[in-house]
């Protein structure tokens, strides 16, 4: 994939993150607050203050994603974004760690 293409879907990518986050907002789901800026999508946790950071890596063409559990990276597989450790899809994994963030 050209770097070109990578910015596209990585753009894309936080962008539908963000409406995820958003969407759950609205629906009283998780009190949180989204702030992007460029490739940067910072997702706060009000009631506790934690923090969700994802990011795209143009560099290595993957999304990053830094929380309370740790860090991981993402590959693009031609459908989905997957860890690059355990294949574990992107955004199964954000609803699960929100709901470990939220709780803490």
Known sequence: ???????????????QVQDMFEQAFENDVWDVDTKRSGNVLEIEF?????????NSQAPMQEMWVAARSGGFHYK????F?????????????LRSIAEVQNKA
């Open 1 to 15: 994939m050209t770097e070109s293409e990578f910015l596209v879907m990585a753009d894309s990518c936080l962008q």
């Open 46 to 54: 009000v009631d506790n203050g934690s923090k969700i950071i994802v």
């Open 76 to 79: 693009h597989d031609g459908e």
């Open 81 to 93: 974004w997957r860890n690059t450790r355990d294949s574990s899809e992107l955004f199964a994994v």
